[in-house]
């Protein structure tokens, strides 16, 4: 069977990145506009640094089909999106005298848990109704945590695929030598 240049591009919904980064999206507004005082410029800084974790996947996806450095690149943006906004929900807890939680307490080890069993919005939302700031901020915290790693290992994941098969303009040579029958 021939090989085709361009590539399918991969279901991103599919992709627990994207469901894990949706959560922290929507867990992101809500934190935002129910704790944040309105008019506070880190109501849009943590919304968009959520939302571009997520929609760098989205475009990353896309873009796969004609180019790994694009896609790489974009994955790494989603990545780094979520770096920042990581230091936004610690800074909260920080700067209002609220515990962060330590990786092996209760707290710390049921969130992970629940992050592990669950990657929908709507059920980390119905925990946000009834928790306060702290909770939620440490909840976030957790998740983006959790996003960063399967963003790691779709990154290795991405370059190992690179180095195997190549990229777009190695596709297209490989390609037109099978036409010519070099």
């Known amino acids: 069977m021939p090989e085709h240049i361009i590539r399918p591009s991969g279901n991103y919904r599919k992709l627990l990145s994207y469901q894990k980064t949706e959560v922290i999206y929507e867990m992101t507004y809500h934190f935002a506009h129910r704790f944040l005082a309105k008019g506070d410029r880190t109501i849009d800084q943590m919304v968009q640094a959520a939302r571009s974790g997520k929609q760098n996947i989205i475009?990353?996806?896309?873009a796969s089909a004609t180019s790994s450095k694009t896609e790489l690149k974009l994955v790494n943006v989603a990545k780094a999106s979520l770096q920042e906004l990581l230091e936004d929900y610690i800074d909260y807890l920080r700067t209002r005298g609220?515990?962060?939680w330590e990786e092996g307490s209760i707290e710390y080890e049921t969130m992970r848990r629940l992050g592990r069993e669950h990657n929908d919005a709507p059920y980390f939302l119905a925990l946000c109704q009834t928790r306060g700031a702290d909770v939620?901020?440490?909840?976030?915290?957790?998740?983006i945590h959790q996003a960063d790693y399967l963003l790691h290992r779709q990154l290795e994941r991405l370059e190992a695929d690179f180095v195997k098969n190549g990229?777009?303009?190695?596709?297209?040579?490989?390609?037109?030598k099978q036409e010519r029958g070099y």
């Open 98 to 100: 609220h515990r962060q």
């Open 136 to 143: 939620i901020a440490n909840m976030a915290i957790i998740l």
């Open 167 to 176: 990229g777009f303009s190695e596709r297209m040579m490989r390609v037109r």
């Open 59 to 62: 475009e990353g996806c896309a």
